[in-house]
């Protein structure tokens, strides 16, 4: 590719796909003074639901909520907190029970409507001076070379010291990077909505482990509103889709044992079938670097995908400070690494909890049983599990 000077459009970092993790990477080198690109083929949108809440929400870690604060993003949302998290299961009686006070903390976590999140971090883009957003599809062709990404949007020609590849699970860029990607089948499909229950979710996550896959009903702004994940096989997500509104709320109060009493109504059903990936590297090139679901993608049932995006991004704005060049060779090798055994343990560790909790047999559920009851009841064993999914421990802190 060769570049003519006179229309070369010159910029620090070009960031392809402006979904929350590739905004707040934006936002974040932006902030600290870097030039940014950013292009996406669509603007951010709202999904509003029949309750006045946008369709999907997300779970958020308090690690990801320091980070949004640091990006003057936190303060325009209005997420709703959550104290304690209860989980049980189909086969048998064991529950566990984490609650925030003991850890000194007011919350585990926050649900966040995901439309006004994009929409938050894109308001703050929009305003930047440091930042242009181009609306377009993936590059036609990019270039790594030493000093320079050269990148080609049909007749338009940018050329950047660092591309970061944030275009999500199918991301396009990767392909058309050649980076090899390694996908498991998790055999579900996840059926999303959000629902009004007899009874007040008292800012608990509730997730119940069925033998077919994970159903949670997490806490929403109004003390009767849940979003609701609930992972299955294909062919029960398949029925599950087709039901009519009545005989779904049927099955979905049975499905939760009426924790939240019954389910009075539900908005409309989304469904995603549920993979988990990992890219060969986070780093193909000095210059290139995936982030957020374009580098892995992982089961939703712990709400861990944002989170872990947002941590690539907290490790990406740290990795940048400083340098003078945002794709130095050799910058990135440490950082990449760390962020591909993240992405490796949490898609085991997953996949596991996935198989342990699918385990039929008689033998299994009651050794299964006994051992969460255990864990119940040990409090420093709890104490560094929460951590670790408040995204504080020592492992999620070390991997950044
Ligand atoms: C059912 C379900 C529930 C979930 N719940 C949680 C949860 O509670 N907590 C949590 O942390 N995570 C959760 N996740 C995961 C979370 O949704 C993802 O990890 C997160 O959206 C990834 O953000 P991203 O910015 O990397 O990618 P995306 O959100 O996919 O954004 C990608 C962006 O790239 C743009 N783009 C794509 N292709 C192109 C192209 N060719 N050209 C230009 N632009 C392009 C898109 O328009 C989009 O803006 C859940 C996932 C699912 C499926």
Redesign the pocket.
């Known amino acids: 590719m060769q570049a003519n000077e006179a229309d070369l459009n010159k910029t620090e970092v070009v960031v392809?796909?402006?979904?929350?993790?590739?905004a707040a990477v934006a936002l974040g080198l932006a902030d600290a003074g870097r030039d940014v690109c950013v292009?996406?083929?669509?603007r951010?949108q709202k999904r509003p639901g029949k309750f006045g809440m946008d369709s999907r929400?997300?779970?958020?870690s308090p690690a990801s909520q320091v980070l949004l604060a640091e990006l003057e993003v936190w303060q325009r949302l209005k997420p709703t907190p959550y104290g304690t998290m209860r989980v049980w299961e189909e086969r048998g009686t064991a529950e566990l029970c984490f609650d925030a006070e003991d850890l000194g903390r007011t919350e585990l976590g926050w649900i966040q409507e995901?439309g006004p999140l994009s929409d938050a971090i894109w308001t703050r883009l929009f305003e930047h001076p440091n930042v242009q957003l181009i609306r377009?599809?993936?590059p036609s062709a990019v270039a790594p070379g030493q000093q320079e990404v050269l990148i080609h949007l049909g007749e338009r020609r940018l050329s950047a010291r660092l591309l970061i590849a944030?275009?999500?699970?199918?991301?396009?860029?990767r392909q058309q990077l050649g980076v090899k990607t390694d996908v498991w089948d998790t055999d579900q499909v996840?059926v999303?909505s959000v629902v009004r229950t007899s009874k007040a979710h008292a800012n608990t996550a509730w997730q119940r482990f069925l033998l077919d896959g994970p159903v949670a009903l997490?806490p929403c702004a109004e003390a009767h509103n849940a979003a609701l994940?609930w992972s299955q096989s294909p062919a029960a997500a398949a029925r599950r889709m087709e039901l009519d509104d009545a005989a779904f709320r049927t099955e979905l109060t049975q499905a939760t044992e009426a924790r939240l009493g019954e389910v009075e109504a539900a908005d409309r059903r989304l469904r995603?079938p549920?993979v988990q990936s990992v890219t060969a590297t986070f780093n193909p090139h000095h210059r290139i670097l995936l982030?957020?679901?374009?580098a892995r993608?992982v089961h939703?049932l712990a709400?861990?995908?944002?989170?872990?995006?947002f941590e690539d991004v907290a490790g990406l704005l740290r990795g940048a400070q400083g340098a003078l060049d945002p794709g130095a060779p050799g910058l990135w090798r440490i950082y990449a690494r760390r962020r591909r055994l993240r992405a490796l343990s949490m898609v085991r560790f997953l996949s596991a909890l996935q198989k342990f909790y699918g385990l039929r047999q008689p033998a299994p559920a009651w050794l299964r049983n006994f051992g969460v009851r255990l864990v119940n009841h040990s409090a420093p064993i709890k104490r560094q599990l929460v951590t670790e999914a408040l995204g504080f421990g020592p492992v999620a802190q070390g991997m950044r």
């Not at 929400?57 to 958020?60: E, G, I, K, R």
């Open positions: 392809v796909g402006g979904g929350p993790v590739g292009i996406d083929k669509r951010p929400a997300t779970a958020l995901s377009a599809e993936t944030a275009d999500g699970g199918k991301s396009t860029l996840a999303t997490l994940v995603f549920l982030i957020g679901d374009a993608v939703p709400g861990l995908g944002l989170n872990l995006g």
